[in-house]
């Protein structure tokens, strides 16, 4: 009885003592952080799988196609004086402040003390390479910290446990990751929808618009008769694995991948065409269809990388060279601040409001038809029509030419 009673005593003096979330201790440094996900080891056993992770956008998550994701978060983290002040008196916490968008970008966030996070945010405005390089969606982060998308069902995940797909008969070879468990959830969409989804409006109290893959797909592309999930389209299949394409660094890869998947059909007609107005007119005139169909399985482009856009360019010259017509058509989805002004931002903590989206959605085709009335004289022309798909405006590498179609045309009588 009596040891029981002292026994009880120190259990709850300990517990007094112990901070409320004793569970989830913070790490205190940015090295400490990087340390504890160090997935280098992991290469020993699972080298393709390493060689082709490190090829993936999830191996730079702060930094991203062609650094545009670093330029971002610098802008959010320098923001805190200028456009969100307001974020001062609602927190004086850093890593609160960094939560909303960092939580997906680099979860292990969530484990950093404030003296950490801080450390990351200089390293981020610093661009300390050996720092956000380090910082990534790593093995650690999909197999183990973000593994469990339902936790009251499944419970938290295991500081020693690996989760995969398959039944390893609960063993598993690494020196710290010493168990493994199976989780069907991680071949669900569900599992990606973790973090490519948003915006965050319920969630974060400065709603981010950054992506929305697995809402897209929930609403436009299973209701159309979808059956594929991420991992169908992202993970299995040829070139794909752990590189999780689009990789828009790897020029000729992905140029392929995306011919693949998206094609432009372009039909020209010059011919004379007439109408009694009561009058008899005559128009000779050009005309242009143009068709955009895809594979893909939720809106393309998304969400953050907004300016990212597919432009079709067609224009008509005479044989003199003459430009006689020219428009372009840009594809991509339209956002505002969600205030008064309709006027088209960039930049992820900018954006909330969809106004208007000329992406490509699921199973819908795009298209377009030009009506070109010839100049008087004019009876043969150049036509000229591409697709562009431009990752990062500005950028001449992010540019990529898909298709390229010129037409000679005639209104005496050549179609096709
Ligand atoms: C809900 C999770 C989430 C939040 C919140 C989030 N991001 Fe993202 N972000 C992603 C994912 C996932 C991708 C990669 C997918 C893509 O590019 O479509 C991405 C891509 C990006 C890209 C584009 C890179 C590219 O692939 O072209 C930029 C830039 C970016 N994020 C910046 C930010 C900034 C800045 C914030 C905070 C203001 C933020 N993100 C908040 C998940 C998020
Ligand atoms: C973005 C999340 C993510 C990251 C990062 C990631 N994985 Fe995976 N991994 C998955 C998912 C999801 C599957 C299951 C794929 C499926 O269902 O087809 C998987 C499957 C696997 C498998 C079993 C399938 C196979 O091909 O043998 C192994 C082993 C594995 N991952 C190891 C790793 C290692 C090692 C790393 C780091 C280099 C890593 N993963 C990084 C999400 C991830
Ligand atoms: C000493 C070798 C070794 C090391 C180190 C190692 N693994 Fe494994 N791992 C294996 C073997 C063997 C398997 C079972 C065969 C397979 O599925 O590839 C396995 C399976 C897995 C699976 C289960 C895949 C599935 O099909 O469900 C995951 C996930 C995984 N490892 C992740 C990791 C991660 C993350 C690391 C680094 C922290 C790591 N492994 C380090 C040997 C190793
Ligand atoms: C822990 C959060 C997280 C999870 C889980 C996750 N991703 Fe990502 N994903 C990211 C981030 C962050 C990026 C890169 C952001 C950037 O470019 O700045 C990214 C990039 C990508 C890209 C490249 C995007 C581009 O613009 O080129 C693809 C494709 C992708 N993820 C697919 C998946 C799939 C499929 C799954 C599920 C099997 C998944 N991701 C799970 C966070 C995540
Ligand atoms: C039916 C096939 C299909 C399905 C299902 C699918 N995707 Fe895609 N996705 C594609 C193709 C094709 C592209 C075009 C570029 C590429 O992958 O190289 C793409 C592009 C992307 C991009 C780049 C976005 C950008 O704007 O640059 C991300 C991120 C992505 N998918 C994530 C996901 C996630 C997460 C899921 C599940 C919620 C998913 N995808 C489901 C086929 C699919």
Redesign the pocket.
């Known amino acids: 009885m009596r040891t029981l009673s002292i026994l009880s005593g120190l259990i709850l003096t300990i517990a007094l003592c112990m901070p409320v979330n004793a569970m989830a201790k913070d790490v205190d440094s940015v090295k400490e952080l990087i340390e504890k996900y160090d997935s280098a080891r992991c290469k020993q056993c699972h080298e393709q799988i390493y060689k082709d992770w490190e090829k993936s956008l999830h191996y730079k998550a702060l930094i991203g196609p062609f650094n545009k994701t670093l330029g971002t978060l610098k802008d959010y983290l320098t923001q805190r004086d200028g456009e969100l002040k307001k974020s001062k008196e609602v927190t004086k916490s850093i890593k609160e402040y960094m939560e909303p968008c960092f939580g997906c970008h680099i979860p292990q966030i969530q484990d950093a003390s404030e003296k950490a996070a801080r450390e990351i945010a200089n390293a981020v405005l610093k661009e300390d390479w050996d720092i956000v390089e380090k910082l990534q969606v790593n093995c650690i982060v999909c197999h183990n910290k973000n593994a469990i998308v339902r936790r009251f069902r499944d419970g938290n995940p295991e500081a020693d446990t690996v989760y995969g797909t398959k039944d390893l008969g609960g063993v598993h070879g690494d020196k710290v990751f010493t168990k493994s468990k199976k989780n069907e959830m991680m071949a669900d969409?569900a599992f990606?929808?973790g973090c490519?989804q948003g915006p965050n409006v319920l969630k974060s109290p400065e709603p981010i618009w950054c992506?929305s893959?697995?809402d897209s797909?929930l609403q436009n592309?299973i209701p159309n008769g979808?059956d594929?999930?991420?991992q169908?389209?992202?993970m299995r299949g040829e070139g794909m694995g752990h590189r999780f394409?689009?990789n828009y660094d790897d020029k000729e890869f992905?140029m392929k991948?995306?011919r693949e998947?998206?094609k432009l059909d372009v039909k020209t007609l010059a011919y004379t065409f007439q109408i009694k107005n009561p009058n008899l007119v005559s128009m000779p005139m050009i005309v242009i269809n143009t068709k955009v169909t895809?594979?893909?399985?939720?809106r393309?482009?998304?969400g953050?990388?907004s300016p990212?856009h597919f432009a079709l360019n067609v224009t008509v010259k005479s044989k003199d060279g003459k430009e006689i017509f020219s428009d372009a058509k840009y594809y991509m989805p339209q956002l505002k601040l969600g205030y008064t002004e309709n006027k088209m931002v960039f930049a992820s903590f900018r954006k909330l409001s969809l106004m208007r989206d000329t992406a490509l959605q699921p199973f819908k085709a795009k298209e377009e038809t030009f009506e070109v009335k010839l100049p008087p004289g004019v009876g043969e022309a150049t036509v000229e029509v591409s697709l562009n798909f431009v990752?990062e405006p500005g950028v001449k590498e992010s540019v990529y030419e898909l298709y390229k179609f010129t037409r000679e045309v005639s209104i005496k009588g050549t179609e096709n």
């Open positions: 969409s990606c929808g490519h992506v893959n697995y797909m592309y979808g594929k999930g991420c169908d389209c992202h394409p689009p992905e991948r995306l998947h998206i895809h594979d893909i399985g939720h393309f482009p998304d953050c990388p990212t990752v």
